[in-house]
């Protein structure tokens, strides 16, 4: 097949959770199929991640949206019709080359990576189209706003809304909508779209690691519990700074050696401030994470802000790590999986679990011998297979012209 894939962010280096399952996606796709990627950089810097991509892909086009135009974008037209974070990215040159795309080339589908990137379809193309919601965007700002003051509770609950009705209407003008939890995929399933499909996120074997260079840090840290993630992202921080303040302390009065690392590029200034609290170390950016995961006696996940499939508790699970997670990013996994995670809400319920595993020998067996079977279930492969099984059945049907997506004209 011939893939137009459009995606709001350039996917390389794929050192997020987003970035990750995009890049994924692509390598997994080129194998058997030519691709035309677009996509957005927010920087020269990022977008030299184009010759890494040109590897994968027939032909990369990338635009430079920096931050700042695309924030004066979206405030410019804030009480508009559509979803600030789809304004954010509505460029003219973008939808120019889309079409310039469509025009000169006979695609057999249109494969759009996240919501942002729908409104760069043409209605009139009679191209198969499908996208991926990854996580559902607009659930994740009516959860910031209610840890947030006014205004902005106001702004963000208004976000929410906006873009859970442009969700609902995208996914009924698709021919296919992929999410990665089996919750989203109800949630979208209310209204009329057409297919609503679950490909879950999948995880790689963790590679080999440099113990010599990592063993003497590991060594004089441990014994350790292990948080991995960008620290500029909002519910990483929030889930960090909870655990820090209101469960760390209750585990460090029976376990007082106990330390908590937060490893993760770009902590915040409110994130660095915790590195002052007894037994907590923030690393920031470390050259091999994996070797910190290997050497954790507990990986936390302790989120209030959740949203879909969280790629670190599948590479600690594939990595033998026991985890004790809070309910909402609990609720994405099932089957094996499911049944190694410990899972606790309250400050007293989350230590309790945590101090369990620390001390429990039987159950980080049980963990460890499940990683074989883990790293199939898991894996990309599993995962990505059926993803290009059901593009595959919607490459042969031609899409009726004119059935549309959502446009400025069609959003209300």
Not at 146 to 158: T, V
Not at 214 to 233: K, N, W
Not at 267 to 274: D, E, F, N, Y
């Amino acid at each position: 097949m011939k893939i137009l894939f459009l995606a709001h962010r350039i996917p390389y280096p794929p050192n997020k959770g987003e970035k990750t399952r995009c890049f994924n996606q692509l390598q997994f796709l080129s194998t058997r199929h030519s691709i035309d990627l677009f996509c957005f950089a927010t920087s020269e810097k990022e977008a030299e991640g184009r010759e890494a991509l040109q590897a994968f892909c027939r032909r990369v086009h990338v635009e430079i949206l920096r931050p700042k135009t695309g924030y004066l974008r979206s405030a410019l037209r804030l009480f508009g019709s559509l979803p600030a974070s789809v304004v954010y990215y509505d460029s003219r040159s973008m939808h120019e080359a889309v079409r310039g795309a469509l025009r000169a080339s006979k695609y057999d589908l249109v494969f759009v990576y996240c919501s942002s990137m729908a409104q760069f379809v043409p209605p009139s193309t009679n191209v198969p189209a499908v996208i991926d919601f990854v996580d559902a965007d607009s659930a994740k700002w009516t959860q910031y706003s209610r840890r947030s003051a006014f205004p902005l509770s106001w702004l963000y609950a208004r976000e929410g809304a906006s873009l859970a009705r442009y969700e609902r209407l995208t996914a009924e003008n698709f021919d296919a909508s992929l999410v990665t939890t089996h919750q989203e995929a109800l949630d979208l399933g209310g209204g009329g779209c057409r297919s609503v499909e679950v490909i879950a996120n999948g995880v790689a074997a963790a590679p080999a690691f440099d113990l010599q260079n990592l063993l003497a840090d590991i060594l004089q840290l441990q014994p350790y519990v292990l948080f991995v993630g960008t620290m500029s992202y909002r519910p990483n921080a929030d889930a960090v700074t909870y655990f820090a303040r209101e469960i760390f302390p209750l585990l460090r009065q029976s376990n007082p050696d106990l330390r908590f690392l937060i490893v993760g590029r770009d902590p915040t200034p409110t994130v660095r401030k915790l590195g002052r609290l007894p037994g907590v170390v923030v690393t920031g950016s470390v050259s091999d994470v994996h070797g910190y995961l290997a050497g954790a006696a507990v990986a936390v996940a302790p989120f209030r802000i959740a949203q879909g499939v969280q790629n670190k508790v599948l590479e600690a699970l594939v990595a033998g790590v026991p985890v004790v997670l809070t309910s909402k990013p609990a609720r994405a996994f099932s089957g094996l999986a499911a049944d190694l995670l410990l899972v606790a809400d309250t400050p007293k319920a989350f230590a309790d679990a945590v101090r369990a595993a620390l001390g429990n020998l039987e159950f980080r067996r049980r963990c460890l011998e499940a990683v074989p079977d883990l790293q199939q279930l898991l894996s990309w492969q599993a995962s990505l297979s059926r993803m290009e099984e059901l593009i595959g059945n919607l490459a042969v049907i031609p899409r009726e012209a004119g059935s549309g997506v959502p446009s400025h004209a069609q959003t209300c």
